[in-house]
């Protein structure tokens, strides 16, 4: 699950207490059925019979395979990094060893392309104050991924709401400025980092506004302990796909920041924005000290990939159409340490897709459906949907011929009686039939209450757009996101096997097998509803 780049207002979102979750009980009549309603005029009575090979699902083995995909000795599966390969060439010895045929490149598990990164150059760039070089990522920290280069006095600004002090052209130096509570994320890195960068971003934009040529913030004592994780992951740069689909353009959240970053929208040259530590505040209050800012970008290209393999359907006539299931196998890798560990493992996310995945070919192989079944992890995910721009863009099979994406991320947490399932309603929604039989599924197999709210278009996270079925239902391809949603633990080292719920694991690998099951079977391939536009 990709973490969301714009500024949006996160709340948390405890577990529901039994009231709550009697009211999430009458969620799917409430919401659900309200616009299905217009389509089907009652639910059908008798949900659809699971088919024997549903037994193969086991929670045995989806519990030793997630062990073992979200090991430490997987070390997080980076996109690009060895460590991601090193996944991937597991995933494919499963799929191996499961039956499957490959459906990769050259008759291979692997469709190979090459992610693109640009960062801040280490060693060509360089900030001096008063003569004296800083030590870049160590002493000073670039919030900003623009390259610039600025020679300019310092100004300290003691009271940053002060706007009758003159920064125009200068470099303003500030102590860090608590952010409001409800800029401050409850998921993802540490409360330290998630309280600082949201500061750093307005104090920038702030004083940037008001003409500084740069600003240099000075961590205050919560900062100081975010330094080294913004530090880490500020370098890392950012990420493109070569050859990919383009990035979902529409603003998917409106309400976030859109606007807010003074160096969008016109051609205006960068302003640097840098993150000072606390000791050094002495240093910097001197007004007037020269600060010499040469910040240099590098670009560059190395691979990720994508693995794929494929069950034949049985009908001669269906089989060249294909149920598409979807995970990625990346993760964030080895980054900052938090508690003594700097494994990210990303178990929930998504390994246990992965994994579930590899329980559904099982079932699969033992009983393919009449249409095929493809099997795509999509690399790089985390990176920003990289694979399956990609695929979408290089297709292994004609996209028309593909009549479902089910997509999974993040499975095995939460609540154990509720799931969401994203794009079952408007906007999000292009296929009430394929949500349709989804709900059926949920009936025949796992009895989950379906929490509407992450589906929605006003969800402050904007759930639907962070995972890898965007793409394909951007064009017009059936599309469906299995979620279990976000906890506390997502995009951190907690984020390890011991915390999943494996038996709710298991009833959302039945759920997404039966849903494709109906879809693999069903005589009239689910439509795409008129007229509909991803927004
Ligand atoms: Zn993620």
């Known amino acids: 699950m990709l973490v969301a780049e714009i500024a949006v207002v996160i709340r948390d979102y405890p577990q529901p207490d039994p009231k ?7 969620l799917p009549a409430l919401l659900l059925s309200a616009p299905l309603g ?9 949900p659809p019979k699971p088919p024997a090979a549903i037994k193969a699902i086991r929670e045995s083995d989806i519990k030793r395979d997630l062990y073992a995909l979200a090991s430490d000795d997987m070390r997080g599966r980076e996109a690009g990094t060895i460590d991601e390969m090193r996944a991937s060439m597991w995933l494919a010895e499963e799929m191996r060893k499961i039956g499957l045929a ?5 008759g291979s598990w692997f469709q190979w392309w090459n992610m693109r990164r640009s960062r801040i150059s ?12 800083l030590t870049l990522w160590t002493d000073i920290t670039p919030a900003t991924n623009a390259a610039v280069d600025v020679l300019a006095p310092t100004i300290f600004v003691s009271n940053i709401s002060d706007t009758t002090v003159d920064v125009r052209g200068k470099i303003a130096v500030a102590s860090l400025v608590a952010p409001s509570p409800a800029a401050i994320r409850s998921t993802t890195n540490t409360h330290e980092y998630n309280y600082t960068r949201p500061a750093i971003t307005a104090m920038g934009n702030a004083l940037t506004r008001r003409g500084a040529a740069g600003v240099i913030i000075v961590a205050d004592s919560i900062a100081e302990i975010a330094f080294d994780g913004v530090a880490k992951i500020q370098s890392r740069g950012t990420y493109d796909v070569i050859g990919g689909v383009p990035r979902f353009t529409r603003n998917p959240n409106p309400a976030g920041a859109a606007g807010a970053n003074p160096n969008a929208g016109a051609a205006r040259t960068p302003v640097p924005v840098l993150l000072a530590h606390r000791a050094a505040l002495a240093d910097l209050r001197t007004d007037g000290q020269p600060v010499d800012i040469r910040l240099r970008t590098e670009t560059f290209e190395y691979p990720s990939v994508n693995i794929i393999g494929e069950i ?54 033992k009983q393919p459906s009449k249409r095929s079944a493809l099997f795509v992890f999509h690399g790089a995910e ?3 949907l990289l694979g399956s721009r990609y695929h979408v863009a290089h ?22 009686d509720t799931a969401a399932l994203m794009g079952s309603q408007p906007p999000h929604r292009n296929s009430t039939a394929l949500v349709q039989m989804a709900i059926d599924a949920n009936r025949a197999t796992s009895k989950f209450v379906i929490d509407s709210l992450w589906d929605r278009p006003t969800h402050p996270e904007g759930w639907y757009f962070r995972s890898d079925h965007v793409p394909y239902a951007e064009r017009s391809v059936p599309s469906l996101f299995f979620s279990s949603n976000l906890h506390p633990d997502y995009h951190t080292p907690r984020d390890e096997p011991k915390t999943i719920d494996y038996p709710k694991l298991t009833r959302m690998t039945q759920w997404m097998y039966m849903t494709g099951w109906l879809a693999g079977n069903v005589a009239q391939r689910p439509g795409i509803d008129p007229g509909f536009v991803l927004r």
């Not at 490959?102 to 050259?106: A, E, L, R, V, W």
């Not at 060509?124 to 104050?129: A, G, I, P, Y």
């Not at 900052?336 to 493992?345: A, K």
């Open 122 to 133: 280490t060693t060509s760039s360089s900030v001096k104050l008063a003569g004296r070089p």
């Open 382 to 384: 985390e990176r920003g």
């Open 20 to 26: 709550m979750r009697r009211f999430l009980r009458l």
């Open 38 to 46: 217009a389509q089907s005029a009652k639910p059908s009575i008798a």
């Open 312 to 365: 034949r359907g049985t009908d001669p006539k269906l089989r060249d159409e294909y149920v598409l299931f979807s995970s990625h196998q990346d993760h964030d890798g080895v980054r900052y340490t938090v508690n003594g560990d700097s494994i990210w493992n990303g178990a929930d996310d998504n390994a246990s897709t992965s994994v579930a995945l590899l329980a559904i070919a099982r079932a699969w192989k």
């Open 395 to 416: 297709p292994v099979v004609p996209l028309e011929k593909i009549v479902a994406v089910l997509n999974g991320d993040m499975l095995g947490r939460n609540h154990p």
């Open 102 to 106: 490959p459906k990769g490149d050259m």
